[in-house]
């Protein structure tokens, strides 16, 4: 007789498959390198839909090489982000704590960019004095640097939400100083996807996926049903356990919160970065459940985690390897329509 058994059903790497506590992705470490140059890590953008181009794969090791291949993309819209501050961080026996910050001023902000004021408030600081601030971070020992940034959604029109969100950005280069020297100088302004990355580099995309609810085990963790013969139910197992134990162990798999969890995807490749005037990458009647894009926007290589409208950030490749980092000559971008007819 043969031997009846299969692998386990369902990972428990990501336990506990918990809700998200925001509808956006969280950096938690950003790459370093030695890089001379400052240079911002990291960018942020929303997710628009998917479609597909022709492209010619260059890769001379390729079984299609010279051929024109169908690439599915997914545009993502990213119009720039606004420099907000900067803040340091200290290396203590606990891990990285955060040495201090220093904001643009509350009056400049305030004119220049009322919607993110009503997104920060205007006691960020209760002195405003952004010298001090900045004297005081050159002083301590930093051992990294990073700027606080904020989106314009009120530029784009996919989203309903007009409100700012402010975010970490990593800065790679320099030392501490020249950090600090770089983000005082942007301190106010604006910065484009194009500033951060280039065509045809590997990113590391972290989002928030879809969410389907409360789902049960069959449907959370790809479990096997039960016989028709099963005197219970049929998707649900066999059983929690012994009962010697006297209570249900973590590593049994059951029903519960699913989707809706952060998720990082590792070299995801940028394939084209086109400005605000190019708007030839709107399909016949838009994107479903997103509309029009009429800002900067990026085709990245396959697909990302979240839905339509949801806010995807993009870090440098921690992972990065240039084993596939083949060019690939763009001929066609579908522009067809997305609404199933």
């Not at 993110?116 to 002195?127: A, E, L, Q």
């Not at 996919?158 to 020297?181: I, Q, R």
Request: some cysteine; overall charge positive.
């Amino acid at each position: 007789m043969a031997k009846r058994s299969h692998p386990r059903r369902g990972s428990m790497a990501f336990s506990p498959r918990k809700r998200s506590n925001r509808h956006f992705g969280h950096v938690k470490s950003w790459p370093e390198t030695d890089a001379s140059e400052v240079r911002v890590q990291g960018f942020a953008g929303w997710k628009a839909g998917m479609t597909h181009v022709m492209a010619r794969d260059l890769n001379p090791r390729s079984t299609s090489a010279g051929q024109e291949v169908r690439v599915p993309v997914t545009v993502v819209e990213v119009p720039k982000m606004i420099v907000l501050g900067v803040r340091g961080y200290k290396m203590t026996p606990y891990g990285k704590q955060a040495a201090g910050e220093a904001w643009l001023d509350a009056e400049q902000m305030e004119e220049s960019f009322p919607q993110i004021t009503r997104r920060v408030g205007k006691n960020h600081h209760k002195d405003h004095e952004m010298d001090k601030h900045l004297t005081a971070l050159s002083e301590a020992d930093l051992c990294e640097v990073r700027i606080i940034a904020a989106t314009q959604p009120h530029s784009i029109t996919g989203t309903p939400s007009k409100t700012p969100e402010v975010m970490e950005l990593g800065l790679d280069g320099g030392d501490s100083n020249a950090k600090l020297e770089w983000a005082k100088e942007h301190l106010g302004q604006e910065i484009g996807i194009a500033d951060v990355f280039e065509e045809g580099t590997f990113v590391d995309t972290v989002g928030v996926t879809k969410g389907y609810g409360w789902q049960g085990v069959i449907r959370r963790f790809g479990g096997k049903l039960q016989s028709h013969k099963n005197s219970k139910k049929r998707r649900q197992h066999g059983n929690m356990g012994d009962f010697g134990t006297g209570y249900v162990r973590k590593t049994i798999r059951q029903g519960g919160q699913t989707g809706y969890h952060q998720r990082t995807e590792y070299n995801k490749r940028i394939l084209s970065i086109a400005s605000a005037e190019d708007k030839s990458i709107t399909p016949a009647g838009g994107f479903l459940h997103y509309g029009e894009v009429n800002s900067e926007y990026v085709l990245v290589k396959g697909s990302l985690p979240g839905p339509a409208k949801r806010l995807v950030r993009f870090r440098d490749a921690t992972r990065g390897s240039e084993k596939a980092a083949h060019p690939y000559e763009i001929t066609y971008v579908s522009t067809s329509s997305k609404q199933g007819v």
